[in-house]
Structure formats: C-alpha cells, structure tokens
C-alpha cells in the first residue's frame, strides 16, 4: 500500500508563495504520473497540475497557469507544486495522487491520495 504524504501548507497573504512537497513511499514512484488537486469548502475537488512519468510533460490547469509550476524528483520519491503569486480563491486544501498511463487532473482516475495540507491565502 503506497503513502503519499503532502507538507508545505500554511497562511500566506496574496501575491505570496508556497511549495508544497508530496512524499511517497514504495519504490514504484517513477512509474506513476502525479497529480495535484485541491478542494475548497463546499466546492468540489479539482484538478490543478499533473506531471509525467519520465519525460517530465506537465499540465496544468488555465486558473494556474504562468502560478504554479510541478515538478518531481524521482530519486526522492517526491513531487512538489511551486505556487506564486498566490489569490485568495487559491484557498483550499490541496492534496496529492498518482496514477498508471498518462498524465490527467481527472480525479476519478487517480487511485491513491495523500491526506491534504492547507493553503490559506489572505487578502
């Protein structure tokens, strides 16, 4: 059973950033694409950034374009979200995943997901 844990949250004021670090356990990393999602109150889960497997193919999601950047290490098993320039509306909690074939911020199709962390960003 994978473990994906998510650090880096935390109060930030708008125009601020964060970096957010997804640790996964199991020696599998490399072979699965990873995801960013994030969550607000009483909205639904959407997808933000996803990272390939080996060649390092982005995507990220138009409301964080030109914001956020993911990138990954495979030799520390870790894929991380750089968030500048950050808004209020990117309040929410943000959680991790991964998933086998190609990258994609659909969430149905990612099989295992961290705990979240929190990113308040204050006006």
């Known amino acids: 059973q994978v473990h994906l844990v998510e650090s880096g949250g935390g109060l930030v004021q708008a125009g601020g950033s964060l970096r957010l670090s997804c640790a996964a356990s199991?020696?599998?990393?490399?072979?699965?694409?990873m995801g960013w999602f994030r969550q607000a109150p009483g909205k639904e889960r959407e997808g933000v950034s996803c990272?390939?497997?080996?060649?390092?193919?982005?995507y990220n999601a138009n409301i964080v374009k030109g914001r956020f950047t993911i990138f990954r290490d495979n030799a520390k098993n870790t894929v991380y979200l750089q968030m500048n320039n950050l808004k209020p509306e990117d309040t929410a909690v943000y959680y991790c995943?991964?998933?086998?074939?190609?990258?994609?911020?659909?969430?149905?199709?990612?099989?295992?997901w961290g705990q979240g962390t929190q990113v308040t960003v204050s006006s």
């Open positions: 995943a991964r998933r086998l074939g190609a990258c994609s911020i659909s969430a149905p199709s990612f099989g295992s």
């Open positions: 990272i390939s497997t080996t060649d390092g193919t982005t």
């Open positions: 199991g020696r599998t990393f490399g072979s699965y694409a």
